[in-house]
């Protein structure tokens, strides 16, 4: 059965704190995507990888980065948080070459910057 | 980039009768079209896609419909159950170097009893 998980299903943070989200694949998926959220917005990409330390940045890369040592793991890094940083993100992966193949998503990291 | 405008963004019907969901993209080089499905509370989960050269597509009864010419799919329920109750996004892959999904803004079916 296919399984994307997250770290936390809900988070809690304050502004200016450095904030770490994990996404863990078991199903050796070459390509994995950070997505948010946001009602009227759809889900907006903010990073990519195809690869092991590889990284392409999405639609709305600013204020993240990411990190992709492994295969299975791709971490979301908010540097110093902020209130508009406020959603829902979303963690993917899919197998290669990614575009014809679906995206099977984690349930998602609702996190709230105060 | 890929743009993807998504309508309507909330439609109401009545169980038994169908629902259509509209998308218009804006790059002719997108050749993918994939439709996802999230539940409350759920993750996005894919139920039909389309490659662009097929015009239309069945699974029972969902159907997706692509005009090429036009830039503009469609998503069909047909006979829709309260389970079909749910938001709905459309998406388009681009084959040019960006290689990501842009989604829709999604729209929110509601199958009234």
């Known amino acids: 059965d296919v399984k994307v998980t997250q770290s936390s299903r809900y988070l809690v943070k304050r502004t200016g704190e450095k904030v770490f989200l994990e996404c863990v694949q078991d199903m050796d998926h070459e390509n994995m995507f950070w997505y948010r959220q946001d009602p009227g917005l759809g889900l907006r990409l903010i990073y990519f990888?195809?690869?092991?330390?590889?990284?392409e940045k999405g639609d709305i890369p600013e204020g993240y980065s990411v990190s992709r040592e492994k295969k299975e793991r791709f971490s979301l890094i908010l540097e110093s948080a902020s209130t508009n940083q406020t959603s829902m993100y979303l963690c993917a992966s899919s197998a290669s070459p990614g575009y014809y193949n679906e995206q099977f998503f984690g349930p998602g990291t609702r996190l709230t910057v105060l | 980039g890929e743009n993807v405008e998504q309508h309507p963004s909330t439609l109401s019907v009545q169980e038994g009768d169908s629902a259509v969901i509209k998308c218009t993209y804006s790059?002719?080089?997108?050749?993918?079209f994939p439709w996802y499905k999230q539940e409350l509370g759920k993750r996005p989960q894919l139920i039909i896609d389309i490659r662009s050269n097929v015009g239309e597509k069945k699974d029972q009864r969902i159907a997706v419909t692509l005009n090429k010419t036009a830039k503009h799919f469609s998503l069909h329920i047909t006979e829709t159950q309260p389970e079909d109750s749910a938001v709905y996004f459309c998406?388009?892959?681009?084959?040019?170097?960006?290689?990501?999904?842009?989604f829709g803004s999604g729209t929110q079916l509601t199958v009234l009893p």
């Open positions: 790059d002719s080089a997108s050749n993918y």
């Open positions: 990888s195809y690869d092991v330390k590889m990284k």
């Open positions: 998406a388009a892959f681009h084959s040019g170097s960006a290689r990501q999904l842009t």
